[in-house]
């Protein structure tokens, strides 16, 4: 029983280490008997500190679990996909490809001395010279010999599944860590950056316009009584309207100048080398194109909106959160002065 469990283990971990699989930790064997694995930690396994700990060092306490906590490690769903992905490997073509997947040369390069050793010691055995000419002699006075050539393709060939899973199970990952990303900083609806990414944008934008003297100019903007068509048309229309004004600012603005969803109906606009008189002609833009845009109801109806904007350039003696609140002030300025409109100066209105 000790031998099948060493040598379960001995599969397991070269089989985990080639698919780029973490290492098993030490001390785990795999329960043979058992209808599923399950791991067993015995001395790599970190240790949760206590109640009493976590407090000592001023730590919150984590919550206890819900239902049965999840099994770390080679549970038998993985131990079953892991070998079903190593089965279909070899239907893959990027298998056998040694340029796409180098695991299959660095296979063959591993198996090629099986063959050349066992030929070898057989011919110096039997007193033949090991050539061509001898080893075509010796292959033809002992045809099973060939089997050893088979050797290089043998382990080009599973060690060329273990790297096709593992470069599809890393680009998996990747694939999952984008689309985490893009979750993490886009807005659900409209597909802008959300108001997490703009204050990372906004600090990073005003710490390379005050390093290399450049302008940088923000651009504000709301929705004219939004709450109003809310109510009258419902909100899944609303929902509609602000998914078409986004594709409107968008097609507005250049592919590089990002837009943001700051909160609600409000939206905002990173506009780098721009000063507050070229932003003010953007916003002017922004305006026009969404006072003439249009929105066709379930019912057939067209409707519209406005939209009042601020702008303002960044002051480099100025602080971050300065800069949007003057930004959003002259929002309201223009919101005071009768909506649809933009503002880009402190003074009163004449």
Request: proline letters at 7%; charged letters at 20%; glycine letters at 8%.
């Amino acid at each position: 029983m000790r031998s099948l469990e060493a040598f379960l283990r001995f599969l397991l971990t070269a089989g985990s280490r080639a698919a780029g699989i973490a290492r098993l930790p030490a001390g785990w064997m795999p329960p043979v008997g058992r209808h599923r694995w399950q791991t067993m930690l015995v001395e790599d396994s970190p240790v949760a500190p206590s109640p009493s700990e976590q407090a000592a060092r001023g730590e919150a306490q984590a919550p206890a679990p819900l239902g049965k906590p999840p099994t770390s490690g080679w549970t038998g769903k993985s131990v079953r996909d892991t070998a079903r992905a190593f089965v279909r490997a070899f239907g893959s073509w990027h298998t056998f490809h040694p340029v796409y997947n180098p695991w299959f040369l660095f296979g063959f390069l591993w198996g090629l001395p099986v063959p050349v050793v066992i030929l070898a010691v057989h011919a110096a055995a039997l007193n033949t010279p090991f050539t061509v000419d001898g080893l075509v002699g010796h292959l033809a006075a002992y045809p099973w010999h060939a089997v050893f050539l088979l050797h290089p393709l043998l382990f080009a060939a599973v060690f060329g599944a273990m790297g096709s899973v593992a470069l599809a199970r890393r680009r998996r990952i990747h694939g999952l860590v984008g689309k985490l990303g893009m979750l993490a900083t886009t807005d659900g609806l409209t597909r802008m950056y959300n108001h997490r990414c703009f204050q990372e944008h906004i600090r990073a934008e005003a710490e390379r316009a005050r390093r290399e003297k450049r302008p940088v100019c923000l651009i504000m903007a709301d929705l004219d009584m939004f709450k109003r068509f809310n109510d009258t048309w419902g909100h899944p229309a609303g929902d509609r309207l602000l998914v078409a004004v986004a594709d409107c600012m968008r097609s507005v603005l250049r592919p590089y100048d990002p837009v943001y969803r700051y909160g609600g109906e409000e939206f905002a606009v990173l506009l780098p080398n721009h000063t507050t008189e070229q932003g003010t002609r953007v916003a002017e833009r922004l305006r026009e194109a969404t006072e003439q845009l249009r929105l066709r109801l379930l019912d057939g109806q067209l409707v519209g909106t406005t939209m009042s904007l601020g702008v303002s350039a960044f002051r480099p003696a100025e602080g971050v959160s300065d800069w949007i609140e003057r930004t959003d002030g002259r929002l309201y300025r223009a919101k005071a002065e009768g909506r649809n409109r933009v503002c880009s100066s402190n003074a009163p209105p004449p």
